[in-house]
């Protein structure tokens, strides 16, 4: 087995990384530390929960010199979310070597985003519309940056932030190294990658089909009127640990929390209407275990990295397959295994068969008898999930109301 000496790491981070219980190398980190370590770029297909933040980080923090007063490194993130769980991990490394770092994303303030500026920063982990804010204010200086990551980069050089990430890119140096990290590349988007990238080496660890593995999948028909009822029964079969239900909208997830939380559900809603430090409150509770139920736009599908998430619902339909591993891959991580579920009415079907289609699987369908009794076509479920996490179901709102009041207008 490689160790992390083989990777020609310094003894400083190596140390910090065995504080942290890590000791050995992940496979996309050893395939991509030296490449990116002698400066290639590199394009990196990668589930997250495979490592994949430590194989840019830990290279990139041996590149940089917290004696060179410049911007060195630049990650781009689609979510909020991922820029504070990278800004974590990152933060992490500094006992190392005592590089600054700036978390820029939006939501948050700006003035003091700018008195830090001030200051001599190396490495910014941002999201492109705050980047952007800050290239327009001239309070970033790209300049003089060395490496540039694009962090589920199929979602960073797609519809959405084509144009902002094109936008940043013309601010930096031609003469770059770039890295594109991703659970999933089609070969329109590695064009589009290629474009900015000199002659990437490819790094591929795990195909799709073998990340869903240990992730049991299973579908449930249903229709648009039914749908609420049918979830709340798998639910209540389920009681999952954690879970995250996504829904299409913003709205829905809205309309979704109200109604689960009125049944006495234990939940909280996450999507990017939010103030930021509510989704960070809400994100910070999930975490933590307060909340068994976070209700989500695919705001939540991308990158985090929440140990402890069992099952995933998808209420409404993913756009496409790629969403649909993005949602499903929350769950089952680290080898701990997983539950998804999809929520299919008619009108979904030819939606289905695409995501079938491409993740090459006919997902096992699970027929919910009329009465509050489900049958199923494959293995029945024979722990009894429900006894062990019951006390975190809030089944008597009244209670419940009762007991929070006063914390705020809904009881939270
Ligand atoms: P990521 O794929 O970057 O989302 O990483 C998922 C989790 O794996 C993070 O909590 C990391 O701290 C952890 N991790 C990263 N590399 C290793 C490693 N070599 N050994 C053990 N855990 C790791």
């Given at each position: 087995m490689m160790k992390f000496k083989d990777l020609e790491l310094s003894d400083n981070i190596i140390n910090i990384l065995q504080s942290q219980g890590i000791i050995n190398p992940t496979p996309i980190q050893e395939q991509s530390i030296m490449l990116i370590k002698e400066g290639n770029d590199v394009i990196a297909e990668a589930q997250?929960?495979?490592?994949k933040t430590l194989a840019f980080l830990l290279p990139m923090f041996e590149n940089?010199?917290?004696?060179?007063?410049?911007?060195q490194g630049l990650i781009l993130t689609p979510t909020r979310e991922l820029a504070i769980q990278i800004t974590q991990e990152a933060k992490k490394l500094k006992e190392a070597k005592d590089l600054k770092i700036l978390a820029a994303y939006g939501g948050q303030d700006i003035t003091a985003q700018l008195k830090k500026l001030k200051g001599n920063i190396h490495l910014v982990i941002a999201t492109p519309g705050r980047l952007l804010d800050h290239l327009r204010r001239n309070t970033?200086?790209?300049?003089?940056?060395?490496t540039l990551v694009l962090d589920e980069a199929d979602q960073m050089l797609h519809l959405g932030f084509k144009n902002e990430v094109e936008a940043i890119i013309k601010?930096?140096?031609?003469?770059r190294q770039t890295l594109c990290f991703s659970a999933t590349m089609n070969s329109q988007v590695k064009k589009l990658a290629y474009k900015y990238m000199n002659d990437p080496k490819i790094v591929v660890v795990e195909k799709k089909e073998i990340t869903l593995k240990n992730i049991k999948q299973t579908l449930i028909e249903t229709t648009d009127r039914r749908k609420q009822d049918d979830l709340c029964r798998v639910l209540d079969e389920d009681n999952p640990f954690m879970a995250i239900i996504f829904c299409r909208t913003k709205r829905r997830v809205d309309k979704l929390e109200e109604d689960l939380y009125q049944k006495g559900y234990n939940c909280q809603k996450l999507h990017s209407d939010l103030t930021q430090s509510k989704r960070e409150k809400v994100m910070k509770a999930f975490k933590r275990t307060d909340v068994q139920y976070l209700i989500a736009?695919?705001?939540?599908?991308?990158?985090l990295d929440i140990s402890g998430v069992s099952h995933i619902y998808n209420y409404d339909i993913p756009e496409n397959a790629e969403s649909y591993i993005h949602r499903i891959g929350?769950?089952?991580?680290?080898?701990e295994k997983g539950y998804a579920y999809i929520f299919v009415a008619p009108k979904d079907r030819a939606s289905l068969e695409a995501i079938e289609k491409e993740i090459k699987l006919k997902i096992p369908r699970k027929i919910l008898s009329s009465s509050n009794e489900s049958s199923e076509e494959?293995?029945?479920?024979?722990?009894?999930p429900k006894r062990k996490?019951?006390?975190?179901?809030?089944?008597?709102p009244k209670k419940f109301f009762k007991a929070n009041k006063g914390k705020d207008k809904k009881g939270r």
């Open positions: 997250t929960g495979t490592g940089m010199s917290p004696d060179v007063s410049t911007i970033i200086d790209l300049d003089g940056l060395n601010q930096m140096p031609k003469k736009t695919d705001v939540a599908s991308r990158g929350r769950t089952g991580r680290a080898g494959t293995e029945p479920n024979t722990q009894s996490y019951s006390k975190r179901v809030n089944t008597n």
